[in-house]
């Protein structure tokens, strides 16, 4: 049971680029999301999904975009990268909308 | 909008002290406030959470506690060790029980041997 995998777990990107993190978790989990951790801020809701096929915008949606095919996997894609976008990325994955949030290890991300 | 004050931003302590940590928040339709513990550069993961038909919860040194009437719950941690030391968000589901979290901002907790 490997949980929340994220890749990949560092990315330099230049400006104007674009990619995909990728997210996977093998537990089985309906609820998944994508959040942003700038120094000193906290953690900051960037997309969520309640299941396959279903999304929603969190807090701090622009600039990406989110797609949810399977229960696994919940990618991110960041379009046309720009600095504001350097931060460390966190995928998480509940059971219900009150529940543990598990988390992967993060992706460092830095867009020159 | 919904928000989650945190407070203080940076905690030092002797071991073997308490130490305490406090959040407010806005949205009273909140419900369910988890505490997350993230070590340097490590994923945050859930250490104690409450939900609002209680007023306080334990486990082993760690306590929280919940004041719906005043919108602020704190995290209370006693003799306190050096692996301890870590970044402590609090959270609050946002618009009641379907409501994502909302966080704090985090506080920095040093436990001086």
């Known amino acids: 049971n490997a949980g929340v995998t994220q890749t990949p777990k560092f990315r330099i990107l230049k400006i104007g680029q674009s990619m995909t993190l990728q997210c996977t978790q093998d537990m089985n989990h309906n609820y998944m999301y994508w959040y942003r951790q700038d120094p000193g801020m906290g953690l900051k809701l960037i997309y969520y999904s309640v299941g396959a096929g279903i999304t929603d915008k969190g807090e701090v949606p622009n600039g990406y975009n989110v797609s949810r095919s399977t229960t696994e996997d919940f990618p991110l894609r960041l379009e046309l990268a720009a600095p504001s976008q350097t931060s460390v990325y966190f995928c998480?994955?509940?059971?219900?909308?009150?529940?543990?949030?598990?988390f992967g290890e993060g992706s460092r991300l830095t867009v020159l | 909008g919904e928000n989650v004050e945190q407070h203080p931003s940076t905690l030092s302590v002797q071991e073997g002290d308490s130490a305490v940590i406090k959040c407010t928040y806005s949205?009273?339709?909140?419900?369910?406030f988890p505490w997350y513990k993230q070590e340097l550069g490590k994923r945050p993961q859930l250490i104690i959470d409450?939900?609002?038909?209680?007023g306080e919860k334990k486990d082993q040194r760690i306590a929280v506690t919940l004041n719906k009437t005043a919108k602020h719950f704190s995290l209370h941690i006693t003799e306190t060790q050096p692996e301890d030391s870590a970044v402590y968000f609090c959270?609050?589901?946002?618009?009641?029980?379907?409501?994502?979290?909302?966080f704090g901002k985090g506080t920095k907790l040093s436990v001086k041997p």
């Open positions: 409450i939900r609002s038909n209680v």
């Open positions: 959270a609050a589901n946002r618009g009641g029980s379907q409501g994502n979290l909302i």
């Open positions: 998480a994955s509940s059971y219900g909308p009150t529940g543990e949030l598990f």
């Open positions: 949205d009273s339709a909140s419900n369910y």
